[in-house]
């Protein structure tokens, strides 16, 4: 903290060095929630209310954005695949690439947006208006009562999210593949059918959970470690967006290397 020479008030640090100590604070804070972990240490009330934020109150955004990305896919995908004579993997392109990367990392992008900034924001204004030392006042731990359900219901609805995501961004591009280049519908659904496999979509809701789990966590922590009133909220709520979805892309990009390297089978035969 640092005061100002005008007013003499304390104002939050900003900078690198600042942004790594909070992000040793999230690192910290996820081993926590690992020992929290227990049964009896779950609130189940706060626990479903924030699986319906993280859920339902998410799942129209999600699926909009899945049907449009489905049919700029397929827009860009089909005339290409249909010059080369490959009509029919049209289908498995847009299933495999929905399935491995875009539903999950889509769907993950905006609850980065919608819920990792609530998260910052509502646990935030608690550490400013000292209701996070109200809660040790009554023998209540901050990570069991608001960082755990909340962790908890991003791991848990985000698999589900992404899994809807990837029905309605195949659906949107089917639409178009349909109308659009007048493919068979039969053959778009086979293509993606015979495409895609139990690994594609169980790695999908791998992703989806360790996604889940950055979100909430990098949330809860920058809320955590908010100084600085109101415009310490502000700041706190746009670096962890950020800090969120740069966790986003550099796990994604480890775990596409760990489930998907090597010589793909995919479009093996396609012709």
Not at 108 to 128: D, K, N
Not at 132 to 161: E, F
Not at 175 to 203: C, E, H, K, P
Not at 221 to 249: C, E, H, N, P, Y
Request: glycine share 10%.
């Amino acid at each position: 903290m640092t005061k100002s020479k005008r007013t003499g008030r304390a104002t939050p640090r900003t900078g690198l060095g600042l942004w790594l100590r909070r992000l040793l604070a999230a690192i910290l804070l996820g081993g926590q929630i690992l020992l929290h972990l227990r049964p009896n240490q779950i609130h189940r009330r706060n626990t479903i209310e924030q699986m319906a934020v993280v859920g339902p109150d998410s799942l129209m955004i999600a699926l909009i954005t899945a049907s449009f990305v489905g049919m700029v896919f397929t827009i860009q995908v089909a005339r290409e695949f249909i010059n080369f004579g490959a009509e029919t993997a049209v289908g498995g392109a847009l299933a495999i690439s929905l399935t491995r990367e875009l539903a999950p990392v889509l769907t993950a992008v905006v609850l980065a947006g919608r819920v990792g900034s609530a998260f910052a924001a509502e646990i935030g204004t608690m550490q400013v208006t000292e209701q996070i030392d109200a809660l040790y006042m009554l023998k209540t731990d901050p990570i069991d009562y608001l960082v755990l359900p909340r962790v908890l219901a991003c791991c848990l609805m985000l698999p589900i999210l992404t899994l809807l995501s990837l029905i309605t961004g195949i659906a949107g591009g089917l639409l178009i593949a349909t109308n659009l280049y007048d493919l068979s519908q039969a053959v778009f659904v086979d293509s993606a059918r015979n495409f895609l496999g139990l690994s594609d979509l169980s790695g999908a809701m791998l992703k989806a959970m360790v996604f889940g789990a950055l979100i909430a966590v990098i949330g809860c922590s920058w809320g955590l470690t908010t100084t600085g009133g109101a415009k310490g909220v502000g700041q706190s709520t746009t670096t962890a967006v950020v800090t969120a979805l740069l966790a986003i892309f550099i796990a994604n990009f480890f775990l596409s290397w760990i489930l998907f390297q090597g010589a793909g089978s995919a479009f093996t035969g396609m012709g």
